[in-house]
């Protein structure tokens, strides 16, 4: 069984910055792509961020060049550095990671962002 563990939401002013953590644990052999997505009040889940176990990033139009995912492999962790933060950032924050060699989704309990003054 695969657990994923979110961590560093919160309250912040806009403007600010967070970071979020998402460390895997239990039985992995590989993990492909780290994602972050998010769910504001009444709106569809979206995805932020995403990287793939080289390195490699896609961002939403509406973070890019303010938010920054990375991972750290031989941790199972994921981050996501979230700067200039706006009120339309506020939401519940996912992680998932795509566990192979199964190609399974694992989702992570989610972790609460609102950037407000």
């Known amino acids: 069984q695969v657990q994923l563990v979110e961590s560093g939401g919160g309250l912040v002013q806009p403007g600010g910055s967070l970071r979020l953590s998402c460390q895997a644990s239990g039985s992995i052999l590989r993990i492909g792509v780290m994602a972050w997505y998010r769910q504001a009040p009444g709106k569809q889940r979206e995805m932020v961020a995403d990287?793939?176990?080289?390195?490699?990033?896609n961002y939403a139009d509406s973070v890019k060049g303010r938010f920054t995912i990375s991972r750290d492999n031989a941790k199972n962790t994921a981050f996501l550095q979230m700067d200039s933060l706006k009120p339309e950032d506020t939401a519940v924050y996912y992680c998932?990671?795509?566990?192979?060699?199964?190609?399974?989704?694992?989702w992570g309990q989610g972790t609460q962002v609102t950037v407000s003054s």
């Open positions: 990287v793939t176990s080289g390195g490699s990033a």
């Open positions: 998932k990671i795509v566990l192979l060699p199964w190609g399974a989704d694992i």
